[in-house]
């Protein structure tokens, strides 16, 4: 079973090599955060992911060689960017807190100002239909078979060398790709959005007709998942564009990377934990998880020591719409904060919003690539204005090469 999430005032002291009363210090200082413990003691906990970063974060100054070889693994900021930050246990997105965007913007809204900086830039980005590729309807016929994830891939590779204009890297060009290819996504999804109507609007009408709960609860979950900072797939999607390659192969390399089971396929590890559930009871389902040593999919986050706000947001929002049909999801979410102090991450959210919604397997994780695709475009935006090759340097630990004679 994983190390504990939390460590004592003794382990967390002993760990950074200071006594108890520096320690306290530095919860003083905002270094480190902590909670009281239930009971007559009233001892206090600390995240175990706080202590090492703070750690790191000492060691760095010491050998700056081997803190740039540890950045790329949940380390130090490596790259500028102002599209995202996480500050207080908050997720903004260029400087608006984006669990209020979720509840408040449409979409649409959201990608205009991940793009352009401009909540009100929508309207010139998505004021007509996207004029979408010309051979995008033979396209998306051809892909219709395919499970979500995969259609939306195949629409990419297959559309893509035949739209000439994504091959304009100018500022205003790449925005308006990037709203065209928003579009082609949703479609390529089920959705036919009509003249004016919202991406999320359209895409709750092809999956669920009867339900009219579900394009807002899509729209929430979409905004939610816009962006997160460097993951996997954004730095992917923003490397490829730091070649000069075209949106298209930006946001492919994004949603290849966020297939990946330690990036997306969470949330799809999460729906068969729910699916377990619902055979064996929430409780149950994590017992037995745990008593096997199987991972727990859904639960905790690096950067949210006291919760993923995102999570937080889409649950509520998921209560408010289904109720009852949500039980079973916090029935799990319940059993795992007990017996792992760790509570739901939007992997887990997404999960829910599939199982509360009905909706067919796999479109959890297609919630998750549409919406991120708002922020696979906005670092590929970057990227193109740096005009800078992301190229890191790799230490080389291999066999030594043969001398000549």
């Known amino acids: 079973m994983s190390a504990s999430p939390y460590l004592s005032a003794e382990e967390a002291a002993a760990l950074l090599g200071v006594s108890r009363a520096t320690l306290y210090a530095y919860v003083s200082r905002g270094l480190l955060s902590s909670q009281t413990l239930p009971g007559p003691g009233r001892q206090r906990r600390y995240p175990r992911e706080e202590v090492e970063r703070l750690l790191a974060q000492r060691s760095a100054r010491k050998d700056p060689a081997s803190a740039t070889l540890s950045a790329l693994h949940w380390g130090e900021p490596t790259l500028e960017s102002a599209i995202t930050l996480f500050e207080d246990g908050q997720l903004y997105y260029r ?47 051809a892909c219709a078979q395919l499970p979500p994830l995969e259609r939306l891939g195949a629409v990419l590779l297959a559309a893509g060398p035949l739209d000439p204009r994504a091959y304009d890297l100018r500022p205003e060009a790449v925005a308006a790709s990037a709203a065209r290819l928003l579009g082609l996504l949703f479609r390529a999804a089920g959705a036919d959005p009509a003249a004016g109507e919202p991406l999320a609007q359209a895409l709750a009408r092809a999956w669920a007709p009867a339900d009219p709960a579900l394009a807002g609860v899509l729209e929430v979950a979409l905004i939610l998942c816009a962006d997160h900072e460097l993951n996997v797939s954004s730095f992917s999607a923003r490397t490829v564009a730091s070649s000069a390659a075209p949106l298209y192969a930006a946001l492919t390399a994004g949603l290849c990377a966020l297939q990946g089971h330690r990036h997306g ?16 009871g929430g409780r149950e389902a994590v017992a037995a998880r745990l008593r096997r040593g199987d991972p727990l999919p859904g639960f905790g986050h690096r950067l949210y020591p006291q919760g993923d706000p995102r999570a937080r947001t889409l649950l509520a929002r998921l209560n408010s719409a289904y109720g009852h049909a949500l039980q079973l999801p916090l029935e799990v979410a319940e059993a795992a904060l007990e017996a792992t102090l760790e509570r739901p991450n939007i992997d887990f959210a997404l999960a829910a919003l599939q199982h509360a919604a009905g909706l067919g397997s796999g479109l959890g994780l297609t919630v998750f690539a549409l919406g991120r695709t708002l922020g696979w475009a906005a670092h590929a935006l970057e990227a193109y204005a740096e005009n800078r090759l992301i190229r890191p340097r790799a230490r080389y630990v291999g066999v030594a090469p043969r001398q000549r004679r």
Request: glycine share 6%; proline share 6%.
């Open 95 to 141: 400087g608006h807190d984006a669990t209020e965007l979720a509840l408040s913007a449409h979409l649409e809204q959201v990608a205009a100002l991940l793009w352009t900086g401009r909540l009100e830039a929508h309207t010139a980005l998505f004021g007509t239909a996207p004029q979408l590729p010309p051979p995008a309807a033979a396209t998306l016929e």
């Open 265 to 280: 396929g969470q949330t799809e590890r999460t729906v068969d934990l729910l699916h377990e559930a619902a055979a064996l």
